[in-house]
């Protein structure tokens, strides 16, 4: 099962009501399995969020394409490093092609994409992708991208996603197992949003795997909380960067 920790929100979608409220005030929610396959749906902006990565971005180097889809068909861009954006980077497209189920009365943005920016020297190659201690971003984005649609719920600001229930690491290497969704502070500010038409407006959130002790820091003291802890961080993935709660709870 996964778990969706969210904040400031006393309902999921349909009314769903939250099975815990953690300490900090956050409704918890957890998912059974995701009903089986279903056709892909929804409104294909492949082609404008191309144009948008690029503009803003930089070229785009190759796109991992699914081959079998389910309910909605992800797309992983793949941009390298360059002098200008010292970062590989990897952008979702598709998990806009349908609206997620955002409360009823709720400001927040219906349609999505996600990014990731990962180290200069991560390895992207066809050999390396299996292997999952590279491959593991990827997989993460294409879980996230699907999961508001397969589930009938949402994922905005400060959601977190668990890896598992219980939680367990992405890969070996590393200890982080939890996702949490914020704006990018990597790309440039005319980036983060994408308008579509007058009814569709898409935005970018950057996809920023935790820690366990972070992931606890937050259910005790909110996406504000921990923030503060992640002022000195950016949103570069780093399988072994610092952990921000590690001193908060006395640990290792």
């Not at 996230?144 to 890896?163: D, E, I």
């Not at 795997?209 to 002022?231: H, I, N, S, V």
């Amino acid at each position: 099962m996964a778990e969706d920790q969210t904040e400031n929100q006393a309902e999921g979608a349909e009314g769903r009501k939250a099975e815990v409220v953690s300490l900090s005030g956050s409704p918890i929610y957890r998912y059974d399995a995701a009903p089986e396959w279903e056709p892909v749906q929804g409104e294909i902006c492949l082609e404008q969020i191309s144009e948008h990565i690029e503009a803003h971005l930089g070229p785009i180097g190759s796109v991992f394409h699914e081959l079998a889809s389910d309910l909605v068909h992800i797309d992983v861009h793949f941009l390298p490093a360059s002098e200008n954006q010292p970062y590989v980077r990897l952008v979702t497209s598709g998990m806009s092609d349908l609206a997620m189920a955002v409360p009823e009365g709720s400001d927040a943005p219906r349609y999505l994409e996600l990014i990731a920016t990962l180290p200069a020297d991560w390895r992207l190659d066809q050999e390396s992708m299996k292997d999952e201690r590279w491959y593991w971003p990827v997989r993460l984005l294409k879980m996230l991208a699907r999961f508001p649609h397969k589930h009938r719920t949402w994922l905005g600001w400060g959601h977190t996603v668990a890896n598992g229930d219980p939680p367990e690491p992405y890969a070996d290497g590393t200890r982080l197992d939890t996702a949490i969704l914020l704006p990018s502070v990597s790309v440039p500010d005319g980036f983060h949003r994408l308008r579509i038409d007058d009814d569709k407006e898409i935005q970018f959130l950057a996809v920023v795997p935790m820690y366990p002790e972070e992931r606890e820091f937050k259910l005790r003291k909110g996406t504000d909380g921990l923030l503060d802890k992640f002022a000195d961080l950016d949103d570069i993935i780093d399988p072994t960067r610092r952990n921000v709660a590690k001193k908060r709870f006395g640990l290792f």
